[in-house]
Nanobody, 126 residues
Framework: QVQLVESGGGSVQAGGSLRLSCAAS????????MAWFRQAPGKEREFVVA????????AYVNSVKARFTISRDNAKNTVYLQMKSLKPEDTALYYC???????????????????WGQGTQVTVSS
């Protein structure tokens, strides 16, 4: 059992920054792949970024690669998403997800992840 709690969402103007946190409890994340997904109103949930906790390997969707940075703090069992130069199209509910038996080739697939947080809202205004 892994519980994930996201925080750090909010409302910002275009060009602003936010830092999201995903705190895990129940299991140590070492050996996991952690990811952020997002879902905008009227759209399906999409992959944003992932990090392999064992070696810091990362994967980003192209639309955020130059602006978002995922990081980890293994001691705190926490992952972060630093978002800069935010755009209105970044507006979405952001979910943290955990895969305890990672397959890097499937890192983009929602079904790869066994645990999900409740989401934190990010709203970017023009």
């Amino acid at each position: 059992q892994v519980q994930l709690v996201e925080s750090g969402g909010g409302s910002v103007q275009a060009g602003g920054s936010l830092r999201l946190s995903c705190a895990a409890s129940g299991r140590t994340l070492s050996g996991y792949t952690m990811a952020w997904f997002r879902q905008a109103p009227g759209k399906e949930r999409e992959f944003v970024v992932a990090i392999r906790m064992s070696d810091d390997n990362t994967a980003y969707v192209n639309s955020v690669k130059a602006r978002f940075t995922i990081s980890r703090d293994n001691a705190k069992n926490t992952v972060y998403l630093q978002m800069k130069s935010l755009k209105p199209e970044d507006t979405a509910l952001y979910y943290c997800a955990a895969d305890p038996t990672p397959s890097w080739a499937k890192v983009f697939e929602e079904k790869e992840y066994d645990y999900w947080g409740q989401g934190t809202q990010v709203t970017v205004s023009s």
